[in-house]
């Protein structure tokens, strides 16, 4: 089994700041991508924020030069820092990660429960 555990959304204002956090558990043989999602109330979900296990990144025109992403390969976990955050940013944001389990031998898509950022005054 393998889960991913997602922390740190909330209630912000305009102009605030959030960090989340994903990590991953279980039998684990090697995480490659990692990535956040988001889906806002009516809309499909979209790519937010991407992450190798190399480190490249890239992110959504919405949220280039305001949102970060990061991960500790120790750790399995991936980070999602979120400044100036907008109404429109307001979203249930997921978690996803390409990992291959000890039990598989190719990768397999996992994704977090999701977890409510919600930005307004």
């Known amino acids: 089994q393998v889960q991913l555990v997602e922390s740190g959304g909330g209630l912000v204002q305009p102009g605030g700041s959030l960090r989340l956090s994903c990590a991953a558990s279980?039998?684990?043989?090697?995480?490659?991508?990692m990535g956040w999602y988001r889906q806002a109330p009516g809309k499909q979900r979209e790519m937010v924020a991407g992450i190798t296990s190399g480190g490249a990144t890239n992110y959504a025109d919405s949220v280039k030069g305001r949102f970060t992403i990061s991960r500790d390969n120790a750790k399995n976990t991936v980070y999602l820092q979120m400044n100036s955050l907008k109404p429109e940013d307001t979203a249930v944001y997921y978690c996803n990660a390409k990992i291959v389990p000890t039990y598989l031998i190719s990768e397999d898509d996992y994704w977090g429960q999701g977890t409510q950022v919600t930005v307004s005054s």
């Open positions: 279980g039998n684990i043989f090697r995480i490659n991508d």
